[in-house]
């Protein structure tokens, strides 16, 4: 059987009359397939006004506590959605996920689907019906309400998807696709048709929002494609998959930016073993990510050490390294948030002569200073000042050409 | 092991700030017990509010999905007191119905218990938790949503109190207890000590709506004391039992009114059998309850019928009526929605000579013309005009010297 699964996020259910948008078209895709299962997310704001109500009697609630709770957001939209298509004469049924018989590891707030016994839905969609799964929840061996973490509607689609053996997984958002660059920086950029799983991890990595890794992760794994559209028209949006036509490889797909960026530079480090490991495991105990690291070796068996970590955990990190400084025998520490990180994405980017040379030539002829790199096989990241971040997206998008897609 | 079972209506956790005064309570009985089992409704309106966006995409929602949506109100109450309770130090976990093995038929929107499995609980209460369970909701054999209708969460909470052998069975509301008469209308009212069952249910039956007579019918049952209670202060309430104080029996209890009445008179229809049934079974059919029902018989062989009904299904009844006295050759009928119930309570007082005289000379003697007469084994009803209410439930309480309790 041909099984389609549909993902509708939080803004594309935020309204009633959003709601009966998404019902009609559920309806209308429904003669493209044998069956739909349709994941929701919890309405428009739901989830952030239930985290602030528990924050008013707990400060710091316990996680289990906060699953029931959270849970309830996607709870209240399958059934929403199920009668809307109700009324207009569509058969549906609701389930938790619970009932869709998600099951996830016992860490909750951020647990992992471990396993999906689809039984219940199975025999739903061979009565004819269409499927609505409460998004971003499970449950836990003890039958415990577990939600997903960042992401966890899309993961739950994704990971639907692969146990129904579905065509494929259509994540409807609010905007057009993934573009190729933020339209609100670049009003000329486009969704990018087509793009494979390892360029879209990156992407996300280095800034663009519209799906997390976590969900792309397991399209990679079990190779189903994932369709990114909007919601509110019918562009073609941007298929993730494991084979962009092949014409389309070894190019740009796409520049993003961060800039929840930080850089802390630890001074005149001694150049001796065990120095990294004693600066980036306290930052790790304390769950600050480090991004790009740089070491300037000097002539005096001292060195500049710089890393990024997101200007939100600075604080936090401010905290630690003036001891760490201190315990390593370093001259201090110096931390700015002024700076942004700009990246270029693109399959086998780096055995295309001239992509990074564009990107640098690019920077320079804008007059815009570079204080990092940073560089896998389909990304090249530059750290750069951030109020020159909106003239470097710009150029760069310019410079590859990406309004010509 | 002696536990408590406490259940907390919506008023009682109306916000974060009531929800605090519920944990602090619970706190202060879990002295007095081994293990606390606490039932709680969903927050203030968040029923109604969740109904009326339901209507909003559905004008006639599936019962299922109601019951999926419905849900969501309690589910919500229920982890954020566990929070809270975890904010003063007090281990807590909170429970579905589903979790708490609440099983129940598969009528949706008016489910019944069939069966509670109280592992879950148990072993939450043999870890010292208290256990804070979703009221109103339950799960039918295919682990489908199911809500228990009006009156739900008293319900979950006494069926839960059965289940769990608890010592008694503990309803906190916004009122204090059960009153002599409604305080609103006689300010000198005081909270009932104790009331049997029998007593109760005819109180609710005729008026007084601090608890829905399923949860008192369940408590008869399995002989479960409920002591229901104010949320707001520490006095004493009303204990619902078996056998009052023996010195408190064979005396009026209290003085219930309704004014959600009307009454329609059929005329002068033809005294043959088969009436009864042609009349009262097209309204049963609609769902319609009658309440007194009252013949005069005429000396021509025809009689005038008198029966009354909820104010709120006149109009319904009226579509009916016409035709119905049409087809069984009556004149007519006459409606009217002026009138109201005033009702006196109390076990064995039809063998006690002399309560029914006073209610009949206590209204004569204010001036209040008595329209139709009921009795039972614990209550005598009578229907009056509906203006004269006020004055009708005052004289009584002061005949009856309910204020001298």
Redesign the interface.
């Known amino acids: 059987m041909a099984y389609l699964v549909q993902k509708y996020g939080g803004s594309s259910v935020a309204t ?1 009359s959003k ?2 948008g998404v019902a009609k078209r559920v309806q209308k895709s429904l003669c493209t397939c044998d069956g739909i299962v349709v994941v929701v997310s919890a309405m428009g704001d739901t989830t952030d006004e ?1 985290i602030s ?2 924050h ?4 710091d ?2 996680s ?3 699953d ?2 959270l ?2 957001g996607e ?2 939209t ?3 959605l ?3 298509l ?2 207009i004469g569509v058969d549906a ?2 389930l ?1 996920g ?2 869709a018989g998600i099951r996830t590891s016992a860490s909750h707030r951020k647990a992992r689907i471990v396993d999906i016994i689809p039984e219940r839905i199975l025999e739903e969609l061979a009565r004819g019906r269409i499927v609505v799964v409460a998004g971003f929840q499970g449950a836990n061996e003890q ?3 577990t939600t997903l973490g960042r992401g966890g509607s899309d993961t739950t689609a994704v990971a639907l998807a692969t146990a129904l053996r579905a065509e494929h997984c259509e994540i409807y958002t609010d905007v057009r696709g993934v573009f190729s660059a933020d339209p609100r920086i670049v009003p000329e950029a486009v969704p990018i048709p087509e793009i494979s799983y390892a360029e879209m991890l990156e992407f996300a990595a280095v800034g663009a929002k519209v799906m997390h890794p976590r969900a792309v992760e397991i399209g990679e794994a079990y190779d189903m494609p994932i369709w990114v559209r909007s919601s509110f028209d019918d562009s073609g949006g941007t298929i993730i998959c494991r084979h962009p036509k092949l014409e389309d490889r070894q190019k740009v797909r796409g520049i993003a930016h961060e800039t929840d960026v930080a850089k802390i530079t630890m001074l005149r480090v001694p150049d001796r073993p065990g120095i990294a490991a004693a600066i980036f495991g306290p930052l790790a105990e304390h769950h600050i990510n480090v991004d790009v690291i740089l070491q300037n070796v000097g002539h005096d068996g001292t060195t500049d050490l710089s890393f990024t970590i997101s200007a939100s955990d600075l604080r936090a990190a401010e905290k630690l390294v003036g001891d760490i400084a201190h315990s390593i025998g370093a001259d201090g520490y110096e931390a700015t948030s002024d700076i942004a990180k700009v990246s270029v994405v693109g399959t086998g980017m780096l055995n295309t002569p001239g992509i990074a040379a564009t990107m640098f030539r690019t920077l320079a002829d804008a007059g815009i200073n570079i204080t990092l790199i940073s560089t896998s096989e389909i990304r090249i990241t530059c750290i750069i000042d951030r109020e020159r971040v909106r003239d470097a997206v710009q150029a760069l998008h310019r410079a590859y050409e990406l309004d010509q897609l």
Do not use: F, G, Y
């Open positions: 009633p709601i009966r239930l109500l528990a008013r009697l707990n400060d609630p316990p289990r506590e906060m029931m709770l849970s309830t709870t209240i399958a059934p929403l199920a009668m809307s109700a009324a049924v609701s938790t619970l009932q039958l415990d309400i």
